[in-house]
């Protein structure tokens, strides 16, 4: 008689595995680029102080520069990561491992998310200082960066899973963060109607929205707790379609 086959991995410590595997495995190749990611939205922070004196607007740039950190390594890498994985190879890696598929993509996403947390905080501390912004409500960060990291590192693993080639996950993956730049700095009331239209589907725009509403001196809560609910809701959304690409290009 054949011997039994063990049990399937379960999720969570699946999950647990994967977030040390890749966590270990980024750590060196991908804090330079955080540094850059940081430099770069800083650089943007700095910029717009020259046309930005306060009020909504210097809201919005504090807010979309530091959430463009996240869209930097959960959007634009991730969606490289994956798409280099994809076409070398390394899915069939995966593959053979007895691990769900979720467990694969939400470890590589959380992974890739947890690189955000350093250079979010010090962009958007920097920034409040900058626009003389008060920082009494920044702990709001504890909720945008995971619940933003998770909408965009789902939405960066499924480009770099769908895309037939490296290159074009790379090239939507650009695309990707220069959207979150455009869309997420520029104040909402300054955009036409159809690209605001095109904002409201950004998975990064209602993390934004929260974190520029926590600067106000009587924040709204309710209005906050309700993008961030949005912004989970997207967050869930995204994982689920990037599981579904990991399961379609794993059996192909």
Do not use: K
Not at 77 to 106: E, I, S
Not at 116 to 122: I, L, N, R, S
Not at 151 to 173: I, Q
Not at 241 to 248: D, F, L, Q
Request: with cysteine; net charge positive; proline share 7%.
């Amino acid at each position: 008689m054949p011997a039994p086959l063990a049990p399937r991995a379960r999720l969570l410590p699946s999950l647990a595995a994967v977030y040390r595997a890749q966590l270990s495995r980024a750590r060196v190749a991908r804090i330079p680029l955080l540094f850059v990611a940081t430099f770069q939205s800083v650089g943007i922070m700095v910029l717009m102080r020259g046309v930005v004196d306060g009020g909504a607007e210097a809201r919005a740039v504090v807010a979309g520069s530091s959430v463009l950190v996240v869209a930097f390594v959960a959007l634009n890498l991730l969606a490289q990561y994956f798409g280099q994985l994809r076409a070398g190879g390394g899915l069939d890696h995966y593959a053979t491992l007895p691990v769900p598929p979720a467990a694969v993509v939400l470890g590589a996403a959380a992974a890739y998310a947890s690189f955000t947390v350093p250079g979010t905080v010090f962009t958007a501390i920097t920034g409040s200082v900058l626009f003389q912004l008060p920082m009494t409500h920044l702990w709001v960060l504890v909720a945008v960066i995971p619940l933003s990291g998770a909408a965009l590192a789902g939405l960066g693993a499924a480009l770099g899973l769908l895309a037939p080639r490296p290159e074009l996950a790379t090239l939507l993956g650009q695309l990707g963060m220069s959207a979150a730049l455009l869309l997420g700095v520029l104040p909402a009331d300054r955009l036409p109607g159809p690209v605001g239209w095109a904002r409201d589907l950004l998975p990064s725009t209602y993390g934004v929205e929260a974190l520029a509403r926590s600067f106000d001196a009587a924040p709204d809560w309710g209005l906050i707790g309700f993008f961030l609910a949005i912004c989970a809701a997207v967050g869930v959304l995204s994982l689920a379609v990037a599981t579904w690409a990991y399961r379609r290009a794993a059996v192909r």
